[in-house]
Structures are given as structure tokens and as C-alpha cells.
């Protein structure tokens, strides 16, 4: 998984799949992770909590986190994204706080949790590995509401609240990935970055390419285009306003380089995916 910034708007976005290692990213969502097979660990801030079968996880939006597996034997776990606006009546703990610690241990992992994941998985993944639900009937709604509302009253009173500046906010990787996120729309470039972070150019570059393996502006481009790519399955933003919301400067830019990653432009790959009407 690439280091992102991801809306998934009202819906819910299910992985059912192998564990492998992922790069510091945030997103948008909240994130529930239940382990079904081996183990991995989650990293989030500069600590690393080891996950083992059984044990279930809770990240907030606007966390930086990543997954590391160590394990030679292959791990798989169920991944959960969620709208924030599924966790009404949580909103302070979500806007403002995160767990200081992520896990909970099988031990102490209530049935109801377990019960949820399933049948989310069941209701809205349909046997499926992956499923991307841009928009919620409001029968499916309603039934999400109810399960993510199990998962978070069963889950929160096991884990520690903090405000969410105590964690990570002085690491590098956790201050860039946060920095790209909340300025990929702007003309931003790795000078700006080294500058706003008072230190030199070589030492961000260099951060970049051990970190991320790939450099800046590779990096500003994957995020710009997984962005983009999310405004074109959840809304019906024209493509133009797509392009120039997303950080790109001109449309000829966003189409080369979202055809170099995606093999279909912009145009083709929202007919594909058939999630709104075409333009």
C-alpha cells in the first residue's frame, strides 16, 4: 500500500486479504484490522504493536500508520475502513483523540467484535477479497451504522484516549507524511517542505528514498493521483476540477500520469468502475 490520503465518503471499503508490509500513510477513515491468520505488526507514531490470529485493532482518521510482517508464514487479516460519519455519537473521541495503543488482545476481544467484522464482511463484501462501496442505500445505512456503533462501543472502553498530538507528531516520517497530506493540493515542492521543516533538502530526499523508495515528487504524485482517483469513484466532480484539486497544474499533466499508473485516463477509468453516471 502506497502512502496515502483517502476519502472513502459515505461508504465502507473491506480488504480480505494476505498481510504484507505498508508504508507510513493516513487517511480519512477509521480503520478496524482483525488478524485471522499468522501475525504482523502495526506501526503507529514511532512504536510498533505486534498483532497475533484473534487480535483486533482500532486506528483513527488523520493517524499516521503502517504494517510490517516478519513472519515467514503468511499472515491475512480482515482490513475495515469507515466514514467517520458511520460514528455518530463518537465524533469528539474521533476528531480529537486516538488510542495510545492500537491492539486489543484476543483475550480481551468481546465477542460482539468479531460478530461485527463477520457480518460486515458477509452484509457488504459478499465472499468478495476486496469491495469498495462508494455510496450506502439507507437500508445498508442503517445496518452499517449499527455494526460500526458495535465495534466502537465494545472496542473504546479498552483503550486508552489521548489527544492525538502526543503521538508521532515529532517524528520526521510521521511530520511528512502528515506535511504531503495536508498540502498536496498546493504547489508544494521538496524546498518548501525542507524550509517549513528547518532542515536542508538532502537530508528530506534522502528520508524519501529510504522510507518510501521512490522520491519527492514521485511520492506528491502517488498521492495526488490516489486522491483523485477517490473523487472519481465517490463524487461526480467533473474531471477538470478533479485534476486542478488534486495538485495537478494543467489536465494534460494529471491525464500522463494518471494513465501511467491506471493504464485507462481519468475518462475510462470512472465508465469502468461504474460508480456514478457518465459526464
Known sequence: MLPIYKDIGLGLTIYQRKSTHSAPHLHRAIEFVYVTQGSLAIGV??????M???????????MVHHYQVFSEEESRAIYILTSPNLAQGYMNEISNLSPKEP????????KDIIYAVKAICSEFADGQENQDIAQLSKDENALA?????????????????????EIGSTDLIYKSVSYISGHF????????????????Q????????????????????????????TLLRHTD?????????????????FNRCFSAKYHVSPREY??????IKEE
Open 45 to 50: 507514531g514511532q512504536n510498533l504493536y505486534p
Open 145 to 165: 451504522l449499527s455494526y460500526i456503533h458495535i465495534l466502537l462501543a465494545r472496542s473504546l472502553p479498552l483503550l486508552e484516549l489521548v489527544p492525538k498530538a
Open 270 to 275: 470512472r465508465r469502468n468502475m461504474d460508480v
Open 202 to 229: 538532502f537530508t528530506l530526499s534522502r528520508l524519501f528514498a529510504k522510507t518510501f523508495h521512490r522520491n519527492f515528487n514521485q511520492y506528491l504524485n502517488e498521492v495526488r493521483l490516489d486522491y483523485a482517483q
Open 185 to 200: 493540493a498546493e504547489d508544494v515542492s521538496l524546498g518548501s517542505m525542507a524550509h517549513d521543516f528547518g532542515i536542508s
Open 103 to 110: 491492539v486489543i488482545t484476543k483475550k480481551k476481544v468481546h
Open 52 to 62: 497475533e490470529k484473534g487480535d483486533f485493532a482500532v486506528v483513527f482518521p488523520e
Open 237 to 253: 466532480k467533473s474531471i477538470t476540477d478533479i485534476c486542478y484539486d488534486s495538485g495537478f497544474e494543467s489536465q494534460r499533466t
